[in-house]
C-alpha cells in the first residue's frame, strides 16, 4: 500500500510545519522510512531518514532545523520543521524502505504534499 502524506501547505519563513506520513499494512516497524523532496527543476533528493532501530540522516541543508520520527503504533512517520527558509519549497514525500536500514533504498513513495515557504 502507498504511503500517505499530509501536512503540507504555505508559511511564511521562520515558520514550521509538520508532515506526516501513514504507511498502511506495509510491516511499517521494520522498514525505514525518509522524506524526499523535489522542487521544480532540481532533482530529488532525500531530505531525512529513520531506520527501524531510529537511526537518523539529515542532508546537511536541514540540519538542526528539520526532525525525522515515527510511530510505530500508528504506522506513521512524520517530519518536524523548523525556521523554514524559501529554498526548502518543494514537494515533499514519504518513502518505504527495502530493509531497515535507510541505505538500503527505498521501494515506495507516496503522491506527495506542497511546502511552500513565502519570503
Same mark, same amino acid.
Given at each position: 500500500?502507498? +504511503?500517505? !502524506?499530509?501536512?503540507?501547505?504555505?508559511?511564511?519563513?521562520?515558520?514550521?510545519?509538520? @508532515?506526516?506520513?501513514?504507511?498502511?499494512?506495509?510491516?511499517?516497524?521494520?522498514?525505514? #522510512?525518509? $522524506?524526499?523532496?523535489? /522542487? +521544480?527543476?532540481? +532533482?530529488? !533528493?532525500?531530505?531525512?531518514?529513520?531506520?527501524?532501530? %531510529?537511526?537518523?540522516?539529515?542532508?546537511?541543508?536541514?540540519?538542526?532545523?528539520? &526532525?525525522?520520527?515515527? %510511530?510505530?503504533?500508528?504506522? &506513521?512517520?512524520?517530519?518536524? #520543521?523548523?525556521? @523554514?527558509?524559501? !529554498? %526548502?519549497?518543494? #514537494?515533499?514525500?514519504?518513502?518505504?524502505?527495502? &530493509?531497515?536500514?535507510?541505505?538500503?533504498?527505498? %521501494?515506495? $513513495?507516496?503522491?506527495?504534499?506542497?511546502?511552500?515557504? /513565502?519570503?
Amino acid at each position: 500500500v502507498q +504511503p500517505v !502524506e499530509s501536512g503540507g501547505g504555505l508559511v511564511q519563513a521562520g515558520g514550521s510545519l509538520r @508532515l506526516s506520513c501513514v504507511a498502511s499494512g506495509t510491516l511499517f516497524s521494520i522498514k525505514a #522510512m525518509g $522524506w524526499y523532496r523535489q /522542487a +521544480p527543476g532540481k +532533482p530529488r !533528493e532525500l531530505v531525512a531518514a529513520m531506520g527501524s532501530n %531510529d537511526m537518523t540522516y539529515y542532508v546537511n541543508s536541514v540540519k538542526g532545523r528539520f &526532525t525525522i520520527s515515527r %510511530d510505530n503504533a500508528k504506522n &506513521t512517520l512524520y517530519l518536524q #520543521m523548523n525556521s @523554514l527558509k524559501p !529554498e %526548502d519549497t518543494a #514537494m515533499y514525500y514519504c518513502a518505504r524502505g527495502r &530493509t531497515g536500514h535507510y541505505s538500503a533504498g527505498f %521501494d515506495s $513513495w507516496g503522491q506527495g504534499t506542497q511546502v511552500t515557504v /513565502a519570503s
